[in-house]
């Protein structure tokens, strides 16, 4: 089981790219836990849960630096969505870029 999280500004805007990502995993038999949370909900998610990747939505790239100092311990990616596979809502490409994040 994958555990992908994406975190954007109100957890809204990428709740149609998990959808699409869900989508692609299914055609890959892929088991994956894919989600998405705003930026405030970040702490109390992986306090009771443990994630395989972290993907920022391109509106909060800001929070990647901050991000990776302060969840280095738990020694996970983090990543920025690539702009174009957000806007075109490429499910199956964010799906690959997470998975080789991954490893």
Avoid: W
């Amino acid at each position: 089981m994958k555990n992908i999280m994406l975190v954007c500004a109100a957890g809204m805007s990428t709740s149609l790219l998990v959808t699409k990502m869900q989508k692609a995993a299914e055609g890959q038999n892929l088991a994956a836990d894919i989600f998405a949370i705003s930026e405030s909900e970040v702490d109390s998610t992986l306090k009771t849960k443990n994630i395989d990747v972290l993907l920022l939505g391109p509106q909060v790239r800001y929070l990647k630096g901050p991000f990776e100092a302060k969840y280095k311990a738990k020694n996970f990616p983090i990543e920025v969505i690539n702009m174009s596979d957000y806007g075109m809502m490429n499910g199956e490409k964010v799906l690959q870029h997470a998975l080789n994040l991954i490893g």
